[in-house]
């Protein structure tokens, strides 16, 4: 695996928790498809309250019967590969927000593995 340091693209896709790509979680089958294509990595992040397009506000408070939190994926690696990657989510993303930034990667360092 190749380090990833320097200008990169970050990609942001927000989606509902409940969201599904063939009974499997959307965000679920994002993050594996991310990892077929070689990215550097992703990362599922869930939020406790949120609203999109449809001004539908999700929460997680006690009272609210409502379990479609939002979910951020959050994918980076180089402009190149994050740019052939979006078609995919292209496919995958049928409700929600997708996000591109420019950033730089400081540090990008993995766990060491058990011999």
């Known amino acids: 695996m190749t380090r990833l340091t320097g200008r990169a693209l970050r990609v942001t896709v927000l989606v509902g928790e409940s969201d599904l790509w063939h009974h499997r979680p959307l965000y679920t089958e994002i993050v594996a498809r991310a990892r077929g294509?070689?990215?550097?990595?992703?990362?599922?992040?869930?939020?406790i309250?949120?609203?999109?397009?449809s001004s539908l506000i999700h929460t997680q408070r006690l009272l609210s019967l409502d379990e479609d939190l939002p979910v951020a994926v959050v994918i980076v690696d180089t402009e190149e590969k994050v740019r052939a990657f979006l078609p995919l989510l292209d496919e995958l993303v049928e409700e929600g927000l997708v996000i591109l930034d420019a950033c730089?990667?400081?540090?990008h360092v993995?766990?060491?593995?058990?011999?």
């Open 49 to 53: 309250e949120g609203f999109g397009a």
């Open 104 to 107: 730089e990667v400081v540090r």
């Open 110 to 115: 993995g766990r060491r593995r058990a011999a």
């Open 37 to 47: 294509a070689g990215l550097a990595g992703a990362s599922v992040f869930r939020g």
